[in-house]
Each structure stands twice: as structure tokens, then as C-alpha cells.
């Protein structure tokens, strides 16, 4: 077998395109993750993350476009000799080697020496070498898994892919996987490139995040960023929750923009502004607020003129930590609320209630976006989990 490829640096990709057919999983991509950082690839079933990762990988070849680690051109360089591991959701251990070598496996096949060195410290950097003698079958899935990325990390290669490496886990044992990645990839240095469909997966481990759909990245940015000032309403209802609803802008000055519509006025800072967003006086905007922004009360606690909302509670979900609110807008729309649980009462359905925020907390969109752009995928992915 040859050896594997030296090449360090970034991962770039350039105007990377994949076509079946008829359809293009991903069109024109033009990326780069920096070296050493846990970057993920965030979106729906087809959206062409998978894709995109498997041509890093070498699993599938680009039709056009370029893949390379710094300076080296990758693009057709075979799976095997690229300094790049895959960890899948399925494990793909043996079940008849032990913990031990299951992770000497790569090793052994490549000659390396001092293979019982390098295997004990994947091991303990997994927290699972007093573990090293058991078979898979004795292993829990969280364990498996950690089994998994010891094999992958034991060859040192300069990327490490992770396709939903926790879809098969449960909620608990997925949320503690999730710190033990992100633990892991600070302690070795490598690149993480990780493909999730779940938005708290990605915002909890990555430091960038690019939110893809229909083959091409939406949005590109830190995790904060992201959900504070989307670009589009996909990004907006897909990462997270939010309330969108159309606006027409009355005035603009340097630092703010005043939006209206019939149910009221609306304060928005020009820095939550989408770029490309239309700010003619007398044009549409797409205002945005996240649930956990709102305050909801019985009674009118607005001090000002600006964002201000009525409606009706729909209905009330009590979850410990928070009550969730749907509420029903004067305008016919339908709104959710997050309230802090500070030990207040409940407000019940049916009661007439006032919604209120803060103007900084609002974000701005174009008023060509769709409403409902990503909100229906991220409802069925928090539905079913799939």
C-alpha cells in the first residue's frame, strides 16, 4: 500500500461541485476550515453535507472543483493515502478484536512500530484504557463510539471527518459525547470537520459553523454569530427558533430603522441588519425576534411607542427551566415565547396578553426572504430526530 500523503494546512475547497444526474448536491463551493479548528457542516437530510464530506474524504470523486490541505492539492489523491480519517455513526469496529486492537488496526496494516504506545495513548485520551481487553459487544454505545474515534485519531492524520458520529446515541449519552469531542479535539490539535443535522450538536462543539441547504452554504460563521444576526430566513428558523414577520420601513437614520405594520411600530439597530437588506423608506423588511427574547406579560409593561405586541395565549407548556407560549397575534399570527422560570405563575390559555422587546434584541431581514424558509425541516428534525 502507498504511504499516506504529507500535507498540512487549511482545508480549502474551490469551486467544489458534485452532479447526479439531473441534480446538483453541491454546487460551486468555494471553503476553507482552518488548520486545528472543529468546524461543522450544518443542515437538512440533502442538503449536500454528507457529500461535501465524503469528497475531503475521498469517497467520492468532485465533478469539478478542487480539494486541498494547504498547498496540496488532494482532489484525486485515493482515500487510503490521504492524511484525512472518517468516524461514521455506525462504529464499523470488529467484533471479534478486542478494545486494543481495534485501535492497532490502521497501525499494524501500515508496519508502523511502537504500535502498544501509540494505541494505550489514543486509549487514555479517550478515557477508555482500562477497557483496552473487552470486545465492542461488551461496550456501551458512548463507549463504542469513543472506541471509534481512538482508531481514527491513533494514525494522526491532519483532518479528521465525523459524519453524525452521535446519531445513534441517545439524548443524555449525546449531550456528554458532545463535551468529550470538543475535550478530545483541543487536546490533539487536529482539524474536526463534523456533519450534523442538529443545531445544538454543532453550536455546542464547533468553533465555525456553515449552514448548508440545496448545495450551497447559506451562512458562514462562529456559532453566537450565527444565531444573533442570521442572513436569511432559512438560517433564522433553521438554527434555533424564530418569530418573522413582515414590515414596511417609515424611517432611517445611522444607527436605527423604524418598521411598521398594522398590529404596530418597530425599532430595529442598523448593526441587525442583514447585508443586501433594501432600506428605502416605503420598502418591505423581514423583522425577526427569538422567542427567548420576549417578555410576556398580563399586563402593558411597554415604555415606549416601539415593539409592542397583543395577542392571545394559545397555549402554555411548563418545562422546569421555562414556559414555552404559543401565542396568537392580533394580525393572526402565531408567535412563540420563552419565560425564564423565576417562579412566577403560569399564564393560562385563552389569556389576553402583551409581548414586548427590547429594540437591540430584533434582527432584520430582506422582505423578498420567505417567512417560512427552513422551518419546516427544523420542526420535522426536532420532531422525529432524524
Same mark, same amino acid.
Given at each position: 500500500?502507498?504511504?499516506?500523503?504529507?500535507?498540512?494546512?487549511?482545508?480549502?475547497?474551490?469551486?467544489?461541485?458534485?452532479?447526479?444526474?439531473?441534480?446538483?448536491?453541491?454546487?460551486?463551493?468555494?471553503?476553507?476550515?482552518?488548520?486545528?479548528? #472543529?468546524?461543522?457542516?450544518?443542515?437538512?437530510?440533502?442538503?449536500?453535507?454528507?457529500? =461535501?464530506?465524503?469528497?475531503?474524504?475521498?469517497?467520492?470523486?468532485?465533478?469539478?472543483?478542487?480539494?486541498?490541505?494547504?498547498?496540496?492539492?488532494? =482532489? !484525486?489523491?485515493?482515500?487510503?493515502?490521504?492524511?484525512?480519517?472518517?468516524?461514521?455513526?455506525?462504529?464499523?469496529?470488529?467484533?471479534?478484536?478486542?478494545?486494543?486492537?481495534?485501535?492497532?488496526?490502521?497501525?499494524?496494516?501500515?508496519?508502523?512500530?511502537?504500535?502498544?504506545?501509540?494505541?494505550? *495513548?489514543?486509549?487514555?485520551?479517550?478515557?477508555?484504557? !482500562?477497557?483496552?481487553?473487552?470486545?465492542?459487544?461488551?461496550?456501551?454505545?458512548?463507549?463504542?463510539? @469513543?472506541?471509534?474515534?481512538? @482508531?481514527?485519531?491513533?494514525?494522526?492524520?491532519?483532518?479528521?471527518?465525523?459524519?453524525?458520529?452521535?446519531?445513534?446515541? %441517545?439524548?443524555?449519552?449525546?449531550?456528554?459525547?458532545?463535551?468529550?469531542?470538543? @475535550?478530545?479535539?483541543?487536546?490533539?490539535?487536529?482539524? #474536526?470537520?463534523?456533519?450534523?443535522?442538529?443545531?445544538?450538536?454543532?453550536?455546542?462543539?464547533?468553533?465555525?459553523?456553515?449552514?448548508?441547504?440545496?448545495?450551497?452554504?447559506?451562512?458562514?460563521?462562529?456559532?453566537? *454569530?450565527?444565531?444573533?444576526?442570521?442572513?436569511?430566513?432559512?438560517?433564522?428558523?433553521?438554527?434555533?427558533?424564530?418569530?418573522?414577520? @413582515?414590515?414596511?420601513? *417609515?424611517?432611517? %437614520?445611522?444607527?436605527?430603522?423604524? /418598521?411598521?405594520?398594522?398590529?404596530?411600530?418597530?425599532?430595529?439597530?442598523?448593526?441587525?441588519?442583514?447585508?443586501?437588506?433594501?432600506?428605502?423608506?416605503?420598502?418591505?423588511?423581514?423583522?425577526?425576534?427569538?422567542?427567548?427574547?420576549?417578555?410576556?406579560?398580563?399586563?402593558?409593561?411597554?415604555?415606549?411607542?416601539?415593539?409592542?405586541?397583543?395577542?392571545?395565549?394559545?397555549?402554555?407548556?411548563?418545562?422546569?427551566?421555562?414556559?414555552?407560549?404559543?401565542?396568537?397575534? /392580533?394580525?393572526? %399570527?402565531? +408567535?412563540?415565547?420563552?419565560?425564564?422560570?423565576?417562579?412566577?405563575?403560569?399564564?393560562?390559555?385563552?389569556?389576553?396578553?402583551?409581548?414586548? +422587546?427590547?429594540?437591540? !434584541?430584533? #434582527?432584520?431581514?430582506?422582505?423578498?426572504?420567505?417567512?417560512?424558509?427552513?422551518?419546516?425541516?427544523?420542526?420535522?428534525?426536532?420532531?422525529?430526530?432524524?
Amino acid at each position: 500500500m502507498s504511504d499516506v500523503l504529507t500535507a498540512t494546512g487549511n482545508v480549502k475547497l474551490k469551486g467544489l461541485r458534485k452532479v447526479y444526474g439531473d441534480f446538483a448536491a453541491v454546487q460551486n463551493l468555494d471553503l476553507e476550515i482552518p488548520q486545528g479548528s #472543529f468546524f461543522a457542516l450544518l443542515g437538512p437530510s440533502g442538503c449536500g453535507k454528507t457529500t =461535501t464530506l465524503r469528497m475531503i474524504a475521498g469517497l467520492d470523486e468532485p465533478t469539478s472543483g478542487q480539494v486541498m490541505i494547504g498547498e496540496t492539492d488532494i =482532489t !484525486h489523491t485515493k482515500s487510503f493515502q490521504r492524511p484525512v480519517n472518517t468516524v461514521f455513526q455506525n462504529y464499523a469496529l470488529f467484533p471479534h478484536m478486542d478494545i486494543f486492537e481495534n485501535v492497532a488496526f490502521g497501525l499494524r496494516r501500515r508496519g508502523q512500530k511502537d504500535i502498544d504506545k501509540s494505541v494505550t *495513548d489514543a486509549l487514555e485520551l479517550v478515557q477508555l484504557g !482500562h477497557l483496552a481487553k473487552r470486545k465492542p459487544g461488551q461496550m456501551s454505545g458512548g463507549q463504542q463510539q @469513543r472506541i471509534a474515534l481512538a @482508531r481514527a485519531i491513533v494514525n494522526r492524520p491532519q483532518v479528521l471527518l465525523l459524519d453524525e458520529p452521535l446519531g445513534a446515541l %441517545d439524548l443524555k449519552l449525546r449531550r456528554q459525547m458532545q463535551l468529550e469531542l470538543k @475535550r478530545i479535539q483541543l487536546e490533539v490539535g487536529l482539524t #474536526f470537520v463534523h456533519v450534523t443535522h442538529d443545531q445544538e450538536e454543532a453550536m455546542t462543539m464547533a468553533d465555525t459553523i456553515a449552514v448548508m441547504n440545496n448545495g450551497v452554504i447559506e451562512q458562514l460563521g462562529a456559532p453566537t *454569530d450565527l444565531y444573533e444576526n442570521p442572513q436569511t430566513a432559512f438560517v433564522a428558523n433553521f438554527l434555533g427558533q424564530s418569530n418573522l414577520f @413582515r414590515a414596511t420601513i *417609515d424611517s432611517v %437614520d445611522a444607527d436605527n430603522i423604524v /418598521a411598521s405594520d398594522k398590529d404596530g411600530r418597530y425599532l430595529l439597530s442598523r448593526k441587525r441588519i442583514a447585508a443586501g437588506t433594501d432600506l428605502t423608506v416605503g420598502s418591505k423588511l423581514l423583522v425577526g425576534i427569538r422567542p427567548e427574547k420576549i417578555s410576556v406579560s398580563t399586563h402593558d409593561q411597554l415604555s415606549g411607542e416601539f415593539n409592542h405586541q397583543t395577542g392571545t395565549v394559545r397555549d402554555a407548556s411548563f418545562f422546569g427551566v421555562s414556559t414555552q407560549y404559543v401565542i396568537d397575534t /392580533a394580525s393572526g %399570527d402565531h +408567535w412563540m415565547a420563552f419565560e425564564q422560570n423565576s417562579g412566577g405563575t403560569v399564564i393560562s390559555a385563552g389569556t389576553k396578553v402583551f409581548a414586548t +422587546w427590547k429594540p437591540e !434584541h430584533a #434582527f432584520g431581514l430582506p422582505g423578498s426572504e420567505d417567512v417560512l424558509a427552513g422551518d419546516a425541516v427544523a420542526s420535522e428534525f426536532e420532531t422525529t430526530g432524524s
